[in-house]
């Protein structure tokens, strides 16, 4: 039970963390209000708190392999926690961008942390799913982003809305304190100093492994769709380019984690017993985000209801399919440089989502504003990435097998050639 409860606890820094990232996609307009801020502006407000969170991944694995989860989950969430708290009292364009790059810097150490006690905490064979269910059940901090923030943010203004947020995180706070534990023994051991120059040996290292880059690529092919989705341009696009109301909107965004999270337990339970077909199940999922979109983006008018329901449907399996990129990176690298494989493979999606979020507010503002036209246009920039990533992960697939049987091959040999022992020679 014990295990459970250590990831439950750092499970609830991590939703906390997801609604600190989802809270501006859901007051976009009301901080385009309040800012005096173009859409491109817009765009860019968030773009710099991806900016720090994909920067900030390689240091931030790194510092998880040296200090351990339970440091930098803490640390994560007071840094969120202040830059939620600036969010709410000013209304500076300046500071309120500073104040969302703090929050991506905090946003950035949790997710991987709390990865990383899943294969400390639980046996081999329950790690790919547990570390399905870390992802999807995080994503219902969006959920909090859609209904009661989004609730608050209507009825009791944004200050109000954004300092609930700043309380959630220092809750998490004192739980992960009084809790969570880096393993069972408590801690992980220190790795040995090392000069900057090893660092960058190690981290090149890390890189080089085919294994590390499938993972970098299935993560940017299959979750920047639903990220930008929900981070940015999800309930504007619904809104102003469908015509929805910002009650089916929010609804359709809640739908989107409840599809995530039936989508995640299918997957975790699919990469367990077939983890030979995960690359497959990854072209799938960047090919059935490709189809839906263009389905919907080739109507002239807006889509029935029933068609963004598919679309929000297929785009949020891309979250739990990018998941399956840190389980590459599990099976490629030993345990000692874990989170910095995992802090690369994380780049991979936000990068990819960083570049289209900021792409689609350039191209709206381009075309003019808020129009059905305008989303319309800007929304095919995500085939692009698509393109690169499919590219990358047939490449490194290849790659990865090889090295897996030439692996295989060496220890074949080894066993069938022992060495002699010493007193024969």
């Not at 392999?65 to 709410?88: E, H, N, P, W, Y």
């Not at 660092?199 to 092919?221: A, C, E, N």
């Not at 003019?368 to 490194?396: C, K, N, P």
Request: net charge positive.
């Amino acid at each position: 039970m014990r295990p459970w409860i250590v990831w439950a606890t750092g499970l609830l820094a991590y939703i906390v963390a997801v609604l600190d990232r989802t809270t501006l996609g859901v007051s976009g307009l009301e901080a385009g209000d309040r800012f005096t801020a173009s859409p491109g502006v817009l765009s860019s407000f968030v773009v710099l708190q991806i900016v720090v969170y994909a920067g900030a991944q390689v240091p931030a694995g790194l510092l998880l392999d040296r200090f351990g989860s339970k440091a930098l989950i803490v640390s994560g969430a007071a840094v969120m926690a202040a830059g939620q708290l600036t969010l709410a009292f000013t209304e500076s364009l300046p500071t309120a961008i500073a104040a969302r790059a703090v929050v991506g810097l905090g946003d950035a150490v949790t997710f991987i942390s709390v990865l990383r006690l899943v294969p400390h905490w639980f046996r081999p064979n329950q790690v790919p799913l547990v570390t399905q269910l870390t992802g999807i059940c995080g994503q219902l901090g969006q959920v909090l982003s859609a209904v009661p923030f989004l609730a608050l943010l209507a009825g009791e203004g944004w200050t109000t809305a954004y300092l609930s947020v700043v309380a959630l995180g220092v809750v998490s706070i004192a739980l992960t304190l009084a809790v969570v534990r880096n393993t069972p023994n408590g801690h992980v051991a220190d790795p040995p100093s090392t000069s900057i120059s090893e660092v960058w040996t190690g981290v090149k290292t890390v890189w080089l492994r085919p294994g590390t880059r499938l993972g970098f690529f299935t993560h940017m092919g299959t979750q920047f769709s639903v990220t930008v989705f929900a981070l940015m341009w999800g309930l504007p696009y619904l809104t102003v380019a469908q015509g929805l109301s910002v009650h089916v909107a929010g609804s359709l965004l809640t739908l989107s984690v409840v599809a995530a999270i039936v989508a995640g337990i299918v997957i975790g339970i699919f990469t367990g017993r077939r983890p030979h077909r995960r690359s497959r199940l990854v072209l799938a999922i960047i090919a059935s985000n490709a189809a839906v979109w263009t389905v919907v983006l080739a109507l002239p008018t807006a889509a029935p209801l029933w068609l963004l329901i598919v679309l929000v449907v297929v785009i949020s399996v891309g979250g739990p399919g990018s998941m399956v990129g840190f389980d590459f990176a599990r099976t490629f690298n030993p345990s000692a440089t874990l989170g910095t494989a995992q802090g690369m493979v994380n780049m991979g999606g936000f990068l990819a989502s960083l570049l289209v979020m900021q792409a689609m507010g350039l191209v709206i503002g381009a075309v003019g504003g808020y129009s059905f036209e305008s989303f319309r246009l800007a929304w095919t920039v995500q085939y692009a990435i698509w393109t690169l990533a499919t590219i990358g992960i047939l490449i490194t697939r290849r790659k990865a097998r090889r090295q897996l049987q030439e692996e295989r091959n060496l220890l074949e040999g080894f066993d069938a050639h022992p060495p002699e022992p010493a007193a024969a020679r």
